[in-house]
C-alpha cells in the first residue's frame, strides 16, 4: 500500500529508527564531525556544506536526523573564516566522502558504499555541494538557501546530471532566491526541483544560538528545520538507497513548501 504524502511527511519528520552515533572526523585528519547509525554496511553517506560563519554545529539535527533513518552525514568544520574560499570547501566535501568511505567508521560494524553518496548544504555551503558535484561520483545533491559561489556555482549546475533538490526561503534577504537558488535550480544539468519555503529566513536551519546572528539576517526556526529535514532525508533515501516508498512525497506540494517547477534534465545539445 502506498503512504500518503502527508502521511509520508510526518514519518520522515521524526527520528528514524536508528540509534546514533557522533564522531570527530579530525581522526582522519580533516576538522568536522561525523553521525552515523551505530551500525550497517553498505549505507549511504552524504557531506554536507555549512553556511557563511556557521560552525557545522549548528546542524547538528539535521545530521543526526538523517543518520537517524540510515545516512550516515558528516561535514567539514573548514573554511569557517569571513573570507572562505568556496573551491577548497567544495574539495573538503570531497575529502570528506573519502573519509567516511575509507575509514572504520565507530565501534561496531558501518561501512559506506561508494557507490551511494551525496552532497549537502546552506547558503555558500550549498553553492559549494555544487561545485564539488560537478566533479561527478554521488548520486544526488540538496541545498537549502544555496547561495552562489565564487567560481559561480550556477555554472557549475550545468554539469551535475544527477538529481537536484535546492529550497529557497522566501525571506532570505542575504541570498535572495532569484539570483541564488532559484538561478542554479534553473542552471541544474539533471533532474531537479525548487521549492520555496515559506515564512522562513537564510538562518532558519541553523540551530542554537551564535555571534554571526548579529550581522546576519534571520534566526533558527523550528518549523523550517522539521521541513528541510523530512525533505532531504525522502530525497536521499529515494536517489541514494534506490526505494521508492518515499517519492510521492517529493512528488507533492507540501503546505509550506510547494514545487516551485521541476524538470527532468536540461536538454542535450546538438
Given at each position: 500500500?502506498?503512504?500518503?504524502p502527508?502521511?509520508l511527511?510526518?514519518e520522515?519528520?521524526?527520528?528514524g529508527?536508528h ?8 581522526l582522519?585528519g ?5 553521525f552515523?547509525p ?13 553556511g557563511w560563519?556557521q ?13 537517524s533513518w540510515?545516512v550516515?552525514a558528516?561535514a567539514?568544520?573548514t573554511?569557517?573564516?569571513p573570507?572562505p574560499?568556496?573551491?577548497?570547501l567544495a574539495?573538503?566535501?570531497r575529502m570528506?566522502?573519502?573519509v567516511?568511505?575509507?575509514v572504520?567508521?565507530?565501534?561496531d560494524?558501518i ?5 551511494r ?5 546552506h ?5 559549494s555541494a555544487?561545485l564539488a558535484?560537478?566533479?561527478g561520483?554521488v548520486?544526488g545533491v540538496?541545498?537549502?538557501a544555496?547561495?552562489q559561489?565564487l567560481?559561480?556555482a550556477s555554472?557549475?549546475?550545468?554539469r551535475?546530471v ?5 529550497l529557497?526561503?522566501d525571506?532570505d534577504l ?5 539570483g541564488n537558488?532559484e538561478a542554479?535550480a534553473?542552471?541544474?544539468g539533471?533532474p531537479v ?5 515559506d515564512?522562513?529566513s537564510?538562518?532558519?536551519l541553523t540551530?542554537g544560538s ?7 539576517h ?8 522539521v521541513?528541510v ?8 533515501l529515494?536517489?541514494?538507497t ?8 517529493l512528488?507533492?506540494?507540501?503546505k ?14 546538438a
Amino acid at each position: 500500500m502506498v503512504s500518503k504524502p502527508k502521511e509520508l511527511l510526518e514519518e520522515l519528520s521524526h527520528a528514524g529508527p536508528h540509534e546514533v552515533l557522533r564522531g570527530n572526523l579530525a581522526l582522519a585528519g580533516l576538522p568536522g564531525v561525523v553521525f552515523t547509525p551505530r551500525s550497517g554496511l553498505g549505507l549511504p553517506a552524504v557531506a554536507f556544506g555549512h553556511g557563511w560563519l556557521q560552525p557545522p554545529g549548528r546542524y547538528r539535527g539535521l545530521l543526526s536526523h538523517l543518520a537517524s533513518w540510515g545516512v550516515v552525514a558528516a561535514a567539514p568544520a573548514t573554511q569557517l573564516g569571513p573570507l572562505p574560499s568556496h573551491r577548497l570547501l567544495a574539495a573538503d566535501l570531497r575529502m570528506t566522502l573519502d573519509v567516511v568511505t575509507g575509514v572504520r567508521l565507530g565501534p561496531d560494524a558501518i561501512s559506506v558504499d561508494p557507490a551511494r553518496l551525496g552532497l549537502a548544504g546552506h547558503s555558500t555551503g550549498g553553492g559549494s555541494a555544487v561545485l564539488a558535484a560537478a566533479s561527478g561520483g554521488v548520486r544526488g545533491v540538496a541545498t537549502f538557501a544555496a547561495a552562489q559561489t565564487l567560481p559561480s556555482a550556477s555554472a557549475a549546475a550545468v554539469r551535475v546530471v544527477v538529481p537536484g533538490l535546492h529550497l529557497a526561503a522566501d525571506g532570505d534577504l542575504m541570498a535572495p532566491a532569484g539570483g541564488n537558488a532559484e538561478a542554479i535550480a534553473k542552471a541544474w544539468g539533471g533532474p531537479v526541483q525548487y521549492r520555496k519555503v515559506d515564512k522562513s529566513s537564510h538562518l532558519a536551519l541553523t540551530e542554537g544560538s551564535h555571534w554571526s546572528q548579529r550581522l546576519l539576517h534571520g534566526k533558527p526556526d523550528r518549523r523550517t528545520q522539521v521541513l528541510v529535514r523530512a525533505l532531504f532525508t525522502a530525497f536521499f533515501l529515494t536517489h541514494l538507497t534506490g526505494t521508492d516508498r518515499y517519492r510521492p512525497l517529493l512528488e507533492s506540494d507540501t503546505k509550506r513548501a510547494p514545487i516551485d517547477f521541476t524538470r527532468d534534465a536540461l536538454p542535450v545539445a546538438a
